[in-house]
C-alpha cells in the first residue's frame, strides 16, 4: 500500500484528508508544516506528498525546491485554497506531478494521485 504524505497547517485537513486516503486505499502519515516534514527520518517512505501551497515559514513551492536540492524525488500533489495560476505553473514546471484547488473532489483527488504515483 502507498504511503501518502499530507503537509498542511491546517489541522481540519490534517484531520479528514488521512481518512479520505484510507478510503482511497493509501496509507498516509500527516504534518503541519514543511519543517516538520524535513525533519522526519523516513522521507525515502513516503511515495507521494499531498503539499498544501501556503503555509506559514516554508511554503509548498519552497519545500518542493529543498526536497530537490536534496536529491529526493518524491511527486507532489499541491492543494490550495488560492486560485492563482502564476503559482500552479510555477509548480508544475518545477515538477508538481498535480495541483487541486480547495475544495476538491474525492475524484480528482484520486486521479491526482494516480497519475503521481504511475497508477493509472
Not at 1 to 30: C, H, I, T, Y
Not at 50 to 55: E, H, R
Amino acid at each position: 500500500m502507498q504511503l501518502v504524505a499530507v503537509v498542511d497547517d491546517d489541522e481540519s485537513v490534517r484531520e479528514s484528508l488521512p481518512d479520505l486516503l484510507g478510503e482511497l486505499g493509501f496509507r498516509s502519515k500527516v504534518f503541519s508544516s514543511a519543517e516538520e516534514f524535513l525533519a522526519a527520518n523516513n522521507l525515502s517512505q513516503m511515495n507521494c506528498l499531498v503539499l498544501d501551497v501556503a503555509m506559514p515559514g516554508m511554503t509548498g513551492l519552497d519545500l518542493q525546491q529543498e526536497l530537490r536540492n536534496r536529491g529526493y524525488k518524491i511527486p507532489i500533489v499541491f492543494i490550495t485554497a488560492r486560485k492563482d495560476e502564476t503559482t500552479r505553473r510555477r509548480a508544475v514546471e518545477q515538477g508538481a506531478a498535480g495541483f487541486l484547488y480547495k475544495p476538491f473532489s474525492d475524484t480528482a483527488l484520486l486521479g491526482a494521485l494516480n497519475a503521481a504515483l504511475g497508477l493509472d
